[in-house]
């Protein structure tokens, strides 16, 4: 995105597409239309402080008048392309196979990087970031084999939209369409072909209303990747009567915000909730807009307040591994490299290349910093888990005698206190009930991450108010950061109003199964 929104011009108005005329529902009036609004780092605290101050009338209506969750559990890493590629198949990477923001494919002996930062990005090389984000990640890194709900609402003959939306896979052809300036200096295809929902809005790159409706895209306004540009896009759809079946809106401008001053900065959700209440008037009235729609809001992944860099909250995995040859941002892989790096924020993938290095003494190698929460490897049919600092040791696969909360069964071994796991037997039926604390579905979750994507890797979190780095990595010194297991960035709000349906469980992968019972009921 730094890429996008660095170039000199706009482009002129590209030719019409189809989106405005096929989006509209073609179920009956008074079917009720359902609108999710996906907000980037939104957290249930700042809403709760803001509703006790009085300075969100939205917000305070929408939790009044529905159901409001304050722990809804999201996919980890805690980073948006994954939790997005998750809500919208379902699943979690295992299945989805979005391993991160950042990640090295061993198949092609190659750093993946859908646009971390900018150093990060310079090194790695523009041209390939690009590529792989608006083409690769849609195109086919996300598992083919695993429907998202664009594509199952349009087996039941429904109609879908995504607006600035990262993962947007569905049936309907589509094209973005490349700035000159950034074709100038790519290989980029100046249009490319992508499927999509029936109505597809990403910013100037895919504006189905270019020539119907002004809408905020130009470089002065991140080309349309904000919220500005979500909300009015979704105020002409509701104006024109256009609204179809399920539409995604995706608002990223709290998740900067965050970043720089940390997770107690409140002019980020308030700006929010004055764009919500605009919103809901497009209606006539709040309670109109809930007569005739079903609202859901969610957030994607919470934050934790960094330490300063006085007080060494960035943790730098070069040196940690200095024992190995760890490869440097921007080189190629050949046969001296032992390690190589994928870090997302509080997260990171460690991938052994030298088969004469064990994942165990890597992983003892990094648990040597006091900062590091958990490291972790698959051997087998097991999963590893080792604490930083203490060195304990638990482990654990799938299909055990233990069941948790979400029904998921489990055989777990040694030190259960490194998840912070309780095991509790019922001494009339003997059944052993497994129960999470600070880690939330951690059992499934860390699965999914190490199950993910094919290599030998290591999966590694830091602790509370520190943060992972590379050489070139992104890092945010005395503000917020996400990525990891715990739940301070693994715990989101949800607040559903119009229907009194209720999701099976409070976990992103169970919503998109409760959208299309939902959509799909008579």
């Known amino acids: 995105m730094f890429i996008l929104t660095s170039g000199c011009q706009k482009e002129e108005a590209k030719p019409d597409e189809q989106d405005v005329v096929q989006v509209k529902s073609v179920k009956r009036e008074d079917a009720k239309k359902v609108i999710f609004f996906m907000v980037d780092s939104l957290m249930s605290q700042a809403i709760d402080d803001g509703i006790k101050q009085d300075k969100l009338p939205a917000f305070q209506y929408l939790t009044e008048h529905g159901m409001y969750y304050k722990d809804m559990v999201s996919s980890f890493p805690t980073m948006s392309v994954t939790i997005d590629s998750s809500l919208i198949t379902g699943t979690y990477p295992n299945r989805h196979h979005v391993p991160g923001l950042i990640w090295y494919s061993a198949d092609k002996k190659k750093i993946i990087n859908y646009g971390t930062g900018p150093m990060e990005i310079w090194k790695q090389g523009g041209n390939e970031v690009l590529q792989d984000a608006l083409i690769n990640l849609n195109g086919n890194h996300l598992n083919p084999q695993t429907p998202t709900i664009y594509e199952d609402l349009a087996k039941h003959g429904l109609k879908s939209g995504s607006i600035n939306g990262l993962i947007y896979r569905g049936a309907a052809n589509h094209r973005l369409t490349m700035p000159d300036w950034l074709t100038g200096i790519t290989s980029l295809p100046k249009e490319v072909q992508v499927k999509g929902p029936d109505f597809f809005a990403l910013g100037s790159l895919a504006n189905p209303l270019e020539n119907v409706k002004e809408l905020p895209d130009g470089l002065t306004k991140r080309l349309g990747l904000s919220n500005e540009y979500s909300m009015e896009a979704v105020k002409y759809l509701i104006k024109e009567n256009k609204l179809p079946d399920f539409l995604f809106v995706y608002l990223p401008d ?18 929010l909730d004055k764009q919500l209440g605009s919103l809901l008037q497009q209606f006539g009235s709040p309670q109109e807009a809930l007569r005739k729609n079903i609202f859901i809001i969610a957030g994607d992944s919470g934050m934790t307040s960094l330490y300063s860099a006085q007080n060494n909250s960035v943790i730098d995995l070069p040196s940690l591994l200095k024992d190995y040859s760890v490869l440097k941002q921007g080189e190629s892989v050949t046969d001296e490299t032992d390690i190589v790096l994928a870090v997302n924020e509080a997260m990171a993938y460690v991938y052994n290349l030298n088969k004469e290095n064990s994942l165990r003494d890597v992983a003892q190698a990094l648990t040597t910093d006091p900062r590091i929460d958990l490291v972790s490897w698959k051997e087998k049919e097991w999963i590893h888990v080792l604490q930083g600092e203490t060195n304990k040791e638990v482990k654990y696969t799938s299909n055990g005698s233990m069941v948790d909360r979400y029904q998921q069964k489990w055989t777990v071994e040694q030190d259960l206190d490194v998840l912070d796991l309780k095991l509790n037997t019922n001494v009339n039926t003997k059944n052993q009930t497994l129960s999470y604390g600070k880690y939330p579905d951690v059992l499934q979750r860390l699965s999914g991450a190490l199950h993910s994507h094919s290599g030998e890797f290591l999966v590694v979190t830091a602790k509370p108010g520190y943060e992972l780095a590379d050489r ?27 229907t ?14 409760y959208l299309l019972k939902l959509l799909t009921k008579d």
Do not use: F, M
Request: aromatic share 2%; with cysteine; proline share 8%.
């Open 254 to 271: 709290l998740d900067q915000k965050l970043h720089k001053k940390g997770p107690q900065e409140r002019s980020g959700v308030e700006e």
């Open 472 to 498: 070139s990595s992104p890092t945010h010194e005395g503000g917020g950061g996400h990525g990891s297991l715990h739940e301070k960035e693994s715990l989101v709000p949800l607040i559903i109003c119009g």
């Open 500 to 513: 009194n349906e209720k999701p099976q469980y409070l976990r992103i992968v169970d919503v998109k199964p």
